[in-house]
């Protein structure tokens, strides 16, 4: 999974290239990379027997492996990934 969740590091230059864009649109832009990632990783990993998790017994969901009903959780996360990469690049203390 840490590889999984590693891949967030691409937030930090898509940021700058939305900067100035509404929250409406980075929020937008960020679910969806999120749910491609999810949903490429999740394949992969179901192919070879080895997701850690399984969607299929929920409403929303596509191949099992990503659900949509999450978007909003992905919307604000994407956003606080962007906070956070964003403060750590602009901040002298941290290395």
Not at 37 to 63: H, M, Q, V
Request: hydrophobic content about 45%.
């Amino acid at each position: 999974m840490f590889p999984i969740y590693g891949m967030a590091v691409i937030i930090e230059p898509l940021s700058r290239l939305l900067k100035g864009k509404s929250i409406m649109i980075r929020g937008s832009i960020y679910t969806c990379l999120i749910f491609l990632a999810e949903f490429c990783t999740g394949t992969l990993l179901k192919g070879k027997k080895a997701c850690p998790w399984d969607y299929s017994k929920a409403r929303l969901n596509i191949g099992g492996v990503i659900r949509l009903d999450y978007a909003p959780c992905w919307f604000f996360t994407g956003l606080l990934y962007e906070l956070v990469l964003a403060g750590k690049s602009h901040n002298n203390i941290l290395p």
